[in-house]
Nanobody
């Protein structure tokens, strides 16, 4: 019902920047929240940043605050993740995810909160 396609990953040196894009199609009108997660080898998938499809509320994990910015362009059905001052610790596969119906007032930051996922895009930061 909702298709998500990520792009923009690549290889950068520490201190560099990347901009990820997530294009949504299908029943986007049913989407409440779109977020970025990441997963490094041997690590659990973790929440990075999220934004409400309508409205302005955003949320970030502490490790990326001040460096990453999530934004949206509703006309293009696209969510962006601008990543600055990248560190080797940011190396991971980054996934876009959509939550359709929130059941609680808290901001969705758990993997189980989300209904649809993109295929992922690799981000590698070298030292």
């Amino acid at each position: 019902q909702v298709r998500l396609v990520e792009s923009g990953g690549g290889l950068v040196q520490a201190g560099g920047s990347l901009r990820l894009s997530c294009v949504a199609s299908g029943r986007t009108f049913s989407t409440d929240t779109i977020s970025w997660f990441r997963q490094a080898p041997g690590r659990e998938r973790e929440f990075v940043a999220g934004i409400k499809w309508s409205g302005s509320r955003t949320e970030y994990t502490d490790s990326v605050k001040g460096r990453f910015t999530i934004s949206r362009d509703n006309a293009k059905n696209t969510v962006y993740l601008q990543m600055n001052s990248l560190k080797p610790e940011d190396t991971a596969v980054y996934y876009c995810a959509a939550e359709l119906t929130p059941y609680y007032s808290r901001f969705a930051s758990f993997v189980g909160d989300y209904d649809y996922w993109g295929q992922g895009t690799q981000v590698t930061v070298s030292s």
